[in-house]
């Protein structure tokens, strides 16, 4: 099966800019997480969607980060506008259900702001 | 709440030595445990997963890992290792039963690299 696809790959942009990253999943796979890992740490669940909903934004800066799963498929992660420490690799991982414990991941959007 | 404890950040290893890699954990409730692998500008990948059962469990590659209730660790271990195991492992947690807030979302320890020499 194809894996997690995610675009761009990498991105980069001043501080104050606005990026978008996209994702599709699994085929099939209902629950897709974004993870952001900034260098030298472990990955940090930033939102959980079960189909078009979300589950679990509460590590999600609302105040510059946005994620949609409009129709339950693909996802956007949108940071506006874009601080210096938003530097990091986001990662985004599908599974079957929620409670799956099997995470099938992404190869990352890497981000630099400058 | 869970949490994941990387006890080393860097592991430096010849070829063909066994390699230990150490990973303790803090919960309330029952978890499921993780090891997975992240190669150079690749996404992680699942190394092996505990959910119940038998505490030593063995994954891809050669390795293998035992879960300790008493000392909540869960050590990632090889026997021999060889240059293609370099890399970055992270240790991850998750709630081991249906309904809580945290089941089937991961948390991860901070890294380990291991660096496996000629």
């Known amino acids: 099966e194809a894996g997690v696809a995610q675009s761009p790959r990498y991105k980069i942009i001043e501080k104050r800019q606005s990026v978008a990253f996209w994702c599709n999943p699994i085929s099939g796979h209902a629950t897709l997480y974004w993870y952001q890992q900034i260098l030298g740490q472990g990955p940090k669940l930033l939102i959980q969607?079960?189909?078009?909903?979300?589950?679990?934004d509460s590590q999600l800066p609302k105040d510059r980060f946005s994620a949609e799963r409009l129709k339950g498929v693909d996802s956007t992660l949108k940071i506006q506008p874009a601080k210096l420490e938003d530097s990091a690799v986001y990662l985004c991982a599908s599974s079957r259900y929620s409670g799956a414990n099997v995470l099938t991941f992404g190869a990352g959007s890497r981000l630099t702001v400058l | 709440a869970q949490s994941v404890t990387q006890l080393d950040s860097q592991v430096p290893v010849f070829e063909e030595a066994p390699v230990e890699l150490r990973c303790n954990y803090s919960s309330s409730v029952s978890v499921y445990l993780f090891w997975y692998v992240q190669y150079p500008n690749q996404g992680l990948q699942l190394l092996l997963k505990y959910l119940s059962g038998s505490t030593l469990v063995k994954g891809i590659n050669g390795f293998e890992a035992e879960f300790n209730k008493s000392q909540t660790s869960f050590h990632l271990r090889k026997p021999s290792v060889h240059i293609s195991d370099t890399a970055e492992y992270f240790c991850?947690?998750?709630?081991?039963?249906?309904?809580?807030?945290?089941?089937?979302?991961?948390?991860f320890g901070q890294g380990t690299i291991l660096t496996v020499h000629p």
């Open positions: 969607f079960q189909n078009n909903g979300v589950v679990d």
């Open positions: 991850a947690v998750s709630e081991g039963s249906a309904g809580g807030t945290s089941y089937g979302k991961l948390t």
